[in-house]
């Protein structure tokens, strides 16, 4: 119960899209180490290539420090953390992962953690994910490991499962932006 409280005050913002900001950078947080443990589920001891991600989870924890500080830079960094994020889990995993489909969700981020204010800022993050998707596409095929089709088809499931929840998450989150403000 400490705990929850004290995540609930850490993540708090009188700014509706900087307290969004804050809960989808711990709830990214929160769920990054549990990948490794879906990836060996999934093709079983070549999950090692996942260890990092273990440890890629701790600049999302950051964001809310960030946010109280700096609050546009904290909303900055939250998606360029995510896009870095995903090249850096497509390199590791190939694209046949489908990693790279949740730069649709990282776009959506990007387009609702701005008000209109801040729309040159809205702009550029929303086009970030996009860039970086045109820039290194193709460009994962010699991932460290390579895994069975059923493997990858696994992934691919998982990855546009994800993909598609967080798009509903972050539509949730817009809404309740709208009846904030």
Not at 89 to 104: F, H, K, N, W
Not at 119 to 133: A, C, D, E, S
Request: charged share 10%.
């Amino acid at each position: 119960a400490v705990m929850l409280r004290w995540l609930r005050a850490y993540i708090a913002d009188d700014d509706p899209y900087v307290g969004a900001a804050n809960f989808i950078a711990v709830m990214l947080a929160w769920n990054q180490p549990y990948y490794p443990l879906y990836l060996w589920w999934i093709v079983g001891r070549d999950a090692w290539v996942a260890a990092p991600f273990a440890v890629a989870f701790f600049p999302f924890f950051a964001i809310p420090a960030i946010t109280r500080r700096a609050p546009l830079l904290g909303k900055m960094t939250l998606v360029v953390v995510a896009t870095v994020n995903i090249v850096f889990c497509s390199a590791m995993l190939g694209e046949a992962a489908g990693i790279q489909l949740l730069y649709l969700p990282c776009g959506m981020l990007a387009a609702i953690l701005y008000p209109w204010r801040e729309r040159m800022v809205m702009l550029v993050m929303t086009g970030l994910p996009l860039v970086v998707w045109l820039l290194t596409r193709e460009r994962f095929d010699h991932p460290p490991v390579r895994f069975t089709p059923e493997a990858y088809a696994s992934l691919f499931t998982l990855n546009a499962v994800s993909a598609g929840l967080l798009i509903i998450l972050f539509g949730w989150l817009l809404a309740g932006i709208g009846r904030a403000s």
